[in-house]
């Protein structure tokens, strides 16, 4: 009887043997480039937590980042320009009511707005000063 007990104990234990003794499947790590290894519940399969920069199921592959030769994205109040009519766009700690715009607009000669767009006639704000303008060129010229 003895001789049962332990013939089956040790065919019991000849099919478990595999099994313990096969170890971690993240024993040796399989994951390349630094990549953490991360074994699945039954111990049969792995997957890999890579890094920043690699990718693939063993973090072997490189990821294809930008050129740093590109152009910065640029960004701010002032891009893309919000005046109008030839208006230039000046950084500065603007408020409109009690909202912090960023930004104020410098409009050309003839536009005003927060945006420079409306169109305004001069001769309105200053009738005198274009009228005696235009007198002085038209006696200039009538006396040459």
Same mark, same amino acid.
């Given at each position: 009887?003895?001789?049962?007990?332990?013939?089956?104990?040790?065919?019991?234990?000849?099919?478990?043997?595999?099994?313990?003794?096969?170890?971690?499947?993240?024993?040796?790590?399989?994951?390349?480039?630094?990549?953490?290894?991360?074994?699945?519940?039954?111990?049969?399969?792995?997957? =890999?937590? %890579? *890094?920043? +920069? $690699?990718?693939?199921?063993? &973090?072997?592959?490189?990821?294809?980042?930008?050129?740093? #030769?590109?152009?910065?994205?640029?960004?701010?109040?002032?891009?893309?320009?919000?005046?109008?009519?030839?208006?230039?766009?000046?950084?500065?700690?603007?408020?409109?009511?009690?909202?912090?715009?960023?930004?104020? =607009?410098? %409009? *050309?000669? +003839? $536009?005003?707005?927060?945006? &420079?767009?409306?169109?305004?006639?001069?001769?309105?704000? #200053?009738?005198?000063?274009?009228?005696?303008?235009?007198?002085?060129?038209?006696?200039?010229?009538?006396?040459?």
């Amino acid at each position: 009887m003895k001789h049962s007990v332990a013939a089956w104990l040790l065919v019991g234990l000849s099919f478990g043997v595999p099994q313990f003794c096969k170890g971690d499947i993240c024993d040796p790590n399989p994951c390349e480039n630094g990549g953490i290894c991360l074994s699945s519940l039954s111990q049969d399969s792995f997957s =890999c937590e %890579c *890094p920043d +920069g $690699f990718t693939d199921a063993n &973090c072997s592959s490189v990821v294809e980042v930008a050129s740093d #030769e590109e152009e910065p994205t640029s960004a701010g109040p002032c891009i893309p320009n919000p005046c109008h009519n030839g208006g230039t766009c000046e950084i500065s700690e603007a408020y409109r009511g009690d909202t912090f715009i960023g930004y104020v =607009c410098k %409009c *050309p000669r +003839g $536009f005003n707005g927060i945006h &420079c767009q409306h169109n305004i006639n001069e001769c309105e704000a #200053e009738p005198c000063k274009f009228l005696a303008s235009f007198i002085f060129k038209i006696m200039h010229i009538l006396h040459s």
